[in-house]
């Protein structure tokens, strides 16, 4: 249960007042006691509750075996200890159902090994030995079909299966604002053949024609990716002797009937062509003598095809300059013509009056001035040089030239192939290639550049030998500095502060549970997960400055949200779960409705409880008594999106018993994990 906090020292008087009043109320069994702690700069007000006072265990002489009667509120070990011993001590004495009520009761199991089991945490029947335990142990063997049942029944109650349509009808249910990470996917396979084919499922369902490229020639292959584009087939690669089998299975696959060939038989032989025929495509080949002829075959079929009036000029003694370009030749419908570093190849010389407007590619080292100039003197009417000190920063400016938004395609700047067949998809999707390596400062400039696109969704070309999963994690969260977000779990009380205390002290349940929270987000592998403390412990002798203590640590670490677990304690007949988050209104709380969204952090807060609270209630089945504001220290003095969640009653016998079994900590956790994902937007 979490503390109630009071700023004003006003205060003081009236809570000694009740101090007193509660002292007497004690003797007389009332559950709350209220206690004040001072700090220097905060009063604040504590409220702890402590279980009635316990009956002492039954002896043996006080239950007679003809009218056994189970009747445990299971708030302590040693009377589920007093009470089992009692059950042995008569269970020759007792009947069938009877034996099959205590073993309900004691929610009894048999493992693999035939030992006796009780999902009560707080009950270790292995504390009991073998011969006390034999009668019980054969009895469950003999009945193992009805025992299982009961077994299944009970924890099918505790956890029941609900329609997932429910999750819309809670009335905290919104989409949440504050979504960080970016959408990234990977379009990968065991080589760059079974690359090339995943982009192509990705981006055709069927296709009457495919574009087949040597895997390790570039010039033919980036210069036809325009064309592709325009035809709107993908490319496929193979060898130069050897059609590979995922090329094949993929033209199957798509239904192709035709093969267009880039490159003379030395790029591809004639018995990949042969075996193109024997597939039933029939085929067609764009060649010429030269990677420079073969270029200028290709940019006049897209030329007549597209009456573009502008075309791209790259190195073809490079590939980089013309990765970067081709998925923006593509949706542009121009040709990508090719030239020699020191001087113009005669190919864009001969066709210079024809197009209006040349863009340069790369910096004079890729094309060099005298080059340039000879494509003015031989009759082009406009060129636009877009340069760059390495191709990194070249594919840059040329995204930026151009401009890509929403979307971006991600490949290595260190091998041509992937960003081949991927510019293809790129083009076809009207956005660009991003070329990246692992190099921070690489990374960096990249990262910079998507960000003031603002661009949320990545999909990147090959695996993780191209492409390691530190550049998956900086694309993805890139929002947040390319880090993962950072979580700190709170789990409430410790060391001196118990809590609720109900047979069992509520520091103990929460710390328990958090450390189940943490496994699980830290198992999804999306988030850096912290604990305020991991063992019973508390951070001083004064509760203000313990509580400050948790959140001057997240907010030390920058985290991206603090999440408080805890149990409940109140009146008889409260139960269910709720998450609170902050709102200047102590000691009342407010609905959500009233919270102050007007503070982003508020909202945040309030995004994060609802999509917590509602998968806690989808999952558990239990009440839910929704999303709250009050006036918390560890929810006030958070700098980032901050929930205090409540997870069941202690004080409720049947809530009690259900919140400390495994399989409730074990759905409660995944319940949590599940609306941070949402919250992220996982």
Do not use: C
């Not at 979490?2 to 559950?31: C, D, P, R, Y």
């Not at 709350?32 to 905060?42: G, M, P, R």
């Not at 980036?222 to 993908?234: D, Q």
């Not at 508390?538 to 640590?553: I, K, P, V």
Request: hydrophobic share 40%.
């Amino acid at each position: 249960m979490f503390k109630h906090l009071q700023k004003n020292t006003g205060f003081k008087f009236i809570i000694a007042a009740m101090l007193s009043f509660a002292l007497v109320f004690t003797v007389l069994k009332f559950s709350t006691v209220y206690a004040e702690t001072e700090n220097s700069d905060v009063t604040e007000e504590e409220i702890t509750e402590i279980p009635e006072q316990e009956n002492e265990a039954a002896s043996e002489e006080d239950l007679e075996a003809a009218s056994i009667e189970l009747n445990i509120d299971f708030t302590s070990e040693e009377e589920i200890t007093a009470a089992f011993k009692q059950f042995l001590a008569n269970f020759d004495s007792l009947s069938e159902s009877e034996i099959q009520g205590y073993i309900n009761e004691f929610l009894l199991f048999l493992d693999a090994e035939q030992t006796v089991n009780s999902q009560l945490e707080m009950f270790n029947v292995l504390n009991f030995t073998d011969a006390e335990l034999s009668s019980l142990v054969s009895f469950m063997a003999d009945h193992k079909e009805s025992v299982d049942q009961s077994f299944v029944e009970e924890f099918e109650a505790l956890t029941p299966e609900l329609d997932t349509d429910q999750f819309s009808v809670f009335s905290n249910d919104v989409s949440t604002s504050s979504t960080v990470m970016n959408s990234v996917n990977r379009l990968s396979g065991s080589t760059r053949f079974h690359t090339a084919a995943e982009i192509s499922k990705n981006g055709w369902r069927t296709s009457q024609t495919v574009i087949i490229a040597n895997s390790h020639n570039f010039a033919d292959a980036l210069a036809g990716v325009p064309l592709a584009v325009n035809m709107n087939v993908p490319i496929l690669l193979t060898r130069t002797d050897k059609l590979e089998d995922a090329t094949i299975k993929e033209i199957q696959r798509l239904g192709a009937k035709q093969a267009i060939i880039l490159g003379g038989e030395a790029a591809i032989s004639k018995s990949v062509e042969n075996r193109l025929s024997q597939l039933g495509l029939s085929n067609k080949r764009f060649s010429g003598k030269t990677r420079y002829d073969t270029a200028e075959v290709i940019a006049n079929e897209i030329r007549s095809r597209t009456k573009s009036s502008e075309a791209f000029l790259v190195s073809g003694e490079d590939f980089a300059d013309a990765m970067s370009v081709a998925a923006i030749a593509g949706r542009r419908g121009a040709p990508i013509y090719l030239t020699r570093s020191k001087a113009l190849a005669d190919q864009p010389k001969k066709m210079a009056k024809q197009i209006n407007m040349w863009y340069v590619i790369g910096g004079v080292d890729a094309i060099s001035k005298s080059s340039t100039d000879t494509l003015h003197n031989s009759g082009a009417r406009s060129q636009k040089r877009i340069p760059g000190s390495s191709r990194y920063e070249t594919n840059i400016n040329v995204l930026d030239f151009f401009g890509i938004q929403n979307s971006a395609y991600v490949a290595t700047g260190r091998d041509f192939v992937d960003a081949l067949t991927g510019s293809v998809l790129a083009g076809k999707n009207n956005t660009g290639v991003v070329l990246v390596n692992e190099v921070d400062a690489n990374m960096t400039k990249a990262m910079s550049f998507t960000r003031n696109n603002k661009i949320r969704s990545y999909t990147l070309f090959g695996g993780e030998a191209v492409l390691p999963s530190k550049v998956v994690d900086l694309f993805k969260y890139e929002r947040l500095g390319g880090r993962k977000p950072v979580i700190v779990i709170d789990p409430g009380h410790g060391g001196n502060f118990f809590g609720a205390v109900y047979g069992v002290a509520e520091k103990a349940l929460n710390l328990d549970t958090s450390k189940r929270l943490q496994t699980k987000l830290r198992n999804t592998g999306k988030y850096e997960v912290v604990m305020t403390r991991e063992t019973d412990k508390h951070f001083s002798t004064a509760l203000a400055t313990d509580l400050n203590y948790r959140s001057t640590l997240a907010n030390n670490l920058n985290a991206d949200i603090f999440i408080s677990v805890h149990y409940n304690a109140g009146p008889t007949g409260s139960k269910g779960l709720e998450t609170f988050v902050h709102h200047n209104s102590y000691p009342t709380q407010t609905r959500r409705d009233q919270l102050n969204i007007s503070n982003p952090r508020i909202k945040q807060s309030r995004d994060l409880a609802d999509s917590v609270q509602n998968t806690m209630v989808q999952r558990t089945g239990m009440v839910n008594r929704g999303v709250k504001g009050l006036d918390l220290n560890v929810l006030r003095k958070t700098e980032m999106p901050a929930i205090l969640v409540e997870l069941g009653f202690m004080s409720d016998a049947n809530e009690l018993k259900k919140v400390r079994t495994s399989a409730y900590q074990d759905t409660i956790t995944t319940a949590i994990t599940d609306g941070v994902n949402r919250y992220f937007g996982n």
